[in-house]
T-cell receptor, first 116, second 107 residues
Framework: DTGVSQNPRHKITKRGQNVTFRCDPI?????LYWYRQTLGQGPEFLTYFQNEAQLEKSRLLSDRFSAERPKGSFSTLEIQRTEQGDSAMYLC??????????????FGPGTRLLVL | AQRVTQPEKLLSVFKGAPVELKCNYS??????LFWYVQYSRQRLQLLLRHISRESIKGFTADLNKGETSFHLKKPFAQEEDSAMYYCALRGYQKVTFGTGTKLQVIP
């Protein structure tokens, strides 16, 4: 499967613990996005990378959230001191070099986080 | 600020009936609009984008800048069209999604 992959697919953790998710984009896609989706809502933008540079970060993203894409390939999203409100599906998407108008994002299957 | 509104959470239609999923947006610049679809147990995927002016699986969507709308239409619904549909707007650096409309096609 050459699509976007995310690991783990499911994560259950206790409040206060740190969690880290990984996203592997489609090879040679230079743009990578992270979204959060809660029940009954559409994907909510969190942050965006072009290659290794983090170009945009939502104001909704608290200091407990951090994302990296160190070599411009895979990305990690870390949540520190998790709270029950962090329970959601975390989606990753990538788009190809050049992007531009009409850019198509290719989504991964998501990581479902449950904070107890 | 950019915003996407999908007023209907659920739309139920009979097979063979016309479908219209509504999407309205708010954006000060020149918008790029998309429709994404998520079938049961599958990942989110692009259905169509306004810039391509294409018809995918019988669906079309026309960007109406005067009404700031990008409604998704299909003349005859099929059972396999049952899914969640999300309208999305790409602004500067980020994409905003609507809350989605669940389309249920009744056999």
């Amino acid at each position: 499967d050459t699509g976007v992959s995310q690991n783990p697919r499911h994560k259950i953790t206790k409040r206060g613990q740190n969690v880290t998710f990984r996203c592997d984009p489609i090879s040679e896609h230079n743009r990578l996005y992270w979204y959060r989706q809660t029940l009954g809502q559409g994907p909510e933008f969190l942050t965006y990378f072009q290659n290794e540079a983090q170009l945009e970060k939502s104001r909704l993203l608290s200091d407990r959230f951090s994302a990296e894409r160190p070599k411009g390939s895979f990305s990690t999203l870390e949540i520190q001191r998790t709270e029950q409100g962090d329970s959601a599906m975390y989606l990753c998407a990538s788009s190809p070099l050049g992007g531009g108008r009409g850019e198509t994002q290719y989504f991964g299957p998501g990581t479902r986080l449950l904070v107890l | 600020a950019q915003r996407v509104t999908q007023p209907e959470k659920l739309l139920s239609v009979f097979k063979g009936a016309p479908v219209e999923l509504k999407c309205n947006y708010s954006y000060s610049g020149s918008p790029e609009l998309f429709w994404y679809v998520q079938y049961s147990r599958q990942r989110l995927q692009l259905l169509l984008r306004h810039i391509s002016r294409e018809s995918i699986k019988g669906f079309t969507a026309d960007l109406n800048k005067g009404e700031t709308s990008f409604h998704l239409k299909k003349p005859f619904a099929q059972e396999e069209d049952s899914a969640m549909y999300y309208c999305a707007l790409r602004g500067y650096q980020k994409v905003t999604f609507g809350t989605g409309t669940k389309l249920q096609v009744i056999p």
